[in-house]
């Protein structure tokens, strides 16, 4: 019987170049395998116990003779790249047409009707870097008070503001004014809030960023959970990027360390349901910035706390690791990468050593957890739970 799953999702960890990787100018694309061949093999010795190396050919993991986890990949269904689709597709929901993109910047009625509402100029406008930006434009922004829209590859519509030029409340309520906008036709996946803080020279973007999501279009497997009576606590930007939809218990991080700390916090409780976190570092600081080095310590680090988790689990608990895309930091782009993601599986009650192979869609996770859980959830997907389960 299960009656819980901690669901880790390592933002942008990918293992690979899908089949379309080309069309998103992605081909060669490989984070986990370009990093461990960048740096000379990563060590990443609890995952690999669990199977990473058995997933696929990644330089400098190796295969193991006897997993201790289940393991496998997966594809992607849905259009796009970024974290609101391939969250929403782990949950169960595919889409069919990817949301908008701006690489040439905003059209010039959008913005314009955008700083009517907020009573205010912007800078900026444009796909950029986050901290490239701020560098760019924060000395203009400091004398002005202008807030800076910028974009990415990405669906994003970001507003950039010191701290101390515009405080944060005030920078949430411009970016729910954003996402108020930001409908049919330009409904982009999020409305992202960069806050910094520094000075000339010396600008910093702080922990208090927040993400202003869609509402997914459709019940997700959160729904269903919560539904079944059973807890959805979600960890990081979980919430945001579900829009609270389906969520009954919420927290937010300052980094992966910290996230790590409140998912096992979670886990010490009588919670019984889903605990769903994301691990954003990976992508954030280190994949859009193409730092190599910064990307694979942090790989070590998360690594490094795996046997705290497995500590911590219940005999009728699941742990599932897995990622939501690629960010590729050893490729000239400092977008996310269209890739196959890792999928670990852990629990008194699983098999080890089963290869699950290459899944389809992201969806079949999201399909195993409802079956796992005894949850009828009308969500795309296979379930693979009868393959795993002892």
């Not at 690791?321 to 490729?331: E, S």
């Not at 899944?359 to 393959?387: H, M, P, Q, Y």
Request: net charge negative.
């Amino acid at each position: 019987m299960i009656n819980r799953v901690v669901l880790i999702v390592m933002d942008s960890v990918g293992i690979g170049e899908l089949p379309d990787a080309h069309t998103y100018n992605d081909q060669g694309s490989d984070t986990l395998g370009n990093i461990s061949k960048a740096i000379g093999g990563l060590k990443l010795p609890n995952m690999q116990r669990l199977g990473l190396g058995n997933i696929d050919d990644i330089k400098g993991i190796e295969p193991v003779d006897a997993p201790e986890g289940s393991y496998g990949r997966s594809g992607e269904m849905s259009k796009g790249k970024d974290t609101t689709t391939g969250h929403w597709e782990i949950a169960g929901l595919i889409l069919e047409r990817p949301f908008p993109t701006y690489p040439n910047g905003f059209p010039k009625e959008l913005i314009e009707e955008f700083e009517r509402r907020i009573g205010t100029k912007t800078l900026g406008n444009k796909p950029a870097s986050g901290t490239a930006i701020i560098e760019e434009l924060g000395d203009e922004h400091v004398k002005t008070g202008y807030p800076i829209v910028y974009t990415s590859a990405d669906s994003v519509f970001q507003i950039a503001a010191h701290e101390e030029v515009i405080p944060l409340e005030r920078l949430y309520e411009m970016c729910r004014i954003a996402r108020e906008m930001l409908v049919g036709e330009h409904g982009v996946g999020r409305v992202i809030a960069r806050p910094f803080i520094g000075t000339s020279g010396n600008y910093k973007r702080t922990s208090n960023r927040r993400d202003f999501a869609l509402k997914p279009f459709n019940k997700t497997l959160l729904n269903y959970i919560q539904e079944s009576g059973m807890d959805v606590c979600a960890v990081g930007k979980i919430e945001d990027i579900y829009d609270g939809y389906g969520i009954t218990k919420a927290v937010h991080t300052k980094n992966n360390m910290d996230g790590v700390d409140k998912t096992i916090e979670y886990m010490k409780m009588n919670t019984k349901g889903l605990i769903f976190t994301n691990l954003v570092d990976f992508d954030m600081l280190y994949g859009h910035r193409n730092d190599v080095q910064g990307y694979a310590k942090a790989l070590m680090d998360f690594d490094a706390r795996i046997p705290e988790i497995i500590d911590n689990l219940r005999d009728d608990d699941v742990l599932i690791i897995t990622a939501d895309h690629g960010c590729d930091p050893t490729t000239e782009s400092t977008d996310h990468s269209r890739e196959y993601i890792p999928i670990l599986v852990y629990g008194k009650n699983i098999k080890s050593g089963v290869n699950l192979g290459t899944r389809k869609t992201f969806a079949d996770i999201g399909k195993t957890i409802a079956e796992l859980l005894n949850v009828n959830a009308n969500i795309n997907g296979e379930s693979f739970a009868k393959e795993i389960l002892k």
